[in-house]
T-cell receptor, first 110, second 115 residues
Framework: EDQVTQSPEALRLQEGESSSLNCSYTVSGLRGLFWYRQDPGKGPEFLFTLYSAGEEKEKERLKATLTKKESFLHITAPKPEDSATYLCAVRMDSNYQLIWGAGTKLIIKP | DAGVIQSPRHEVTEMGQEVTLRCKPISGHDYLFWYRQTMMRGLELLIYFNNNVPIDDSGMPEDRFSAKMPNASFSTLKIQPSEPRDSAVYFC?????????????FGPGTRLTVL
């Protein structure tokens, strides 16, 4: 069964404390892995797309990496404004739909 | 561009009433998606359109739900009759659709509460 699993469900960090969020997937024919950020009361906002194993992308304090089985979203020296729920989604070979993970709620304490 | 526009932002209704949610996608985007988000089930795809034509409605929970896209700039999601378990945030998203790799742009959502 095609599935996307994110861990941990929630993560509390002190400001400046670096960490990583995980997105593991079991799908056939991956055609893209997407990371989104969602703030309370808002729709998901696109961050990155990764297409193939070994690929990396960076944006400010965030860096996304991809292997054949999982993706990591590394956050370096986070600030309170990085607090949000981070969602991962994958697109398969034969389908335009996205399969979504449940998300990781990230809380950065000042 | 104003982004994806949804209305209303909040809707409170009583069980049995008809509810209509509205969406205006980003101009030029060929694909439109309707999602539902709850704490228990996360983000679920309900239906999506390509060039105003429904492509996959397998996520629509039951016949009480229907969606239309009469033109490229407008779509509706209707629930009739509504039930308390329909309470959720409903998102509309659009994408240019030039291949598999395009990100989806989400609207702000409609928070639906059915009493």
């Amino acid at each position: 069964e095609d599935q996307v699993t994110q861990s941990p469900e929630a993560l509390r960090l002190q400001e400046g404390e670096s960490s990583s969020l995980n997105c593991s997937y079991t799908v056939s024919g991956l055609r893209g892995l997407f990371w989104y950020r969602q703030d309370p009361g808002k729709g998901p906002e696109f961050l990155f797309t990764l297409y193939s194993a070994g690929e990396e992308k960076e944006k400010e304090r965030l860096k996304a990496t991809l292997t054949k089985k999982e993706s990591f979203l590394h956050i370096t020296a986070p600030k309170p404004e990085d607090s949000a729920t981070y969602l991962c989604a994958v697109r398969m070979d034969s389908n335009y739909q996205l399969i979504w993970g449940a998300g990781t709620k990230l809380i950065i304490k000042p | 561009d104003a982004g994806v526009i949804q209305s209303p932002r909040h809707e409170v209704t009583e069980m049995g009433q008809e509810v209509t949610l509205r969406c205006k996608p980003i101009s030029g985007h060929d694909y439109l998606f309707w999602y539902r988000q709850t704490m228990m089930r996360g983000l679920e795809l309900l239906i999506y359109f390509n060039n105003n034509v429904p492509i996959d409605d397998s996520g629509m929970p039951e016949d009480r739900f229907s969606a239309k896209m009469p033109n490229a700039s407008f779509s509706t999601l209707k629930i009739q009759p509504s039930e308390p378990r329909d309470s959720a945030v409903y998102f509309c998203a659009s994408t240019p659709g030039q291949g598999y790799y395009n990100e989806q742009f989400f609207g702000p959502g409609t928070r639906l509460t059915v009493l």
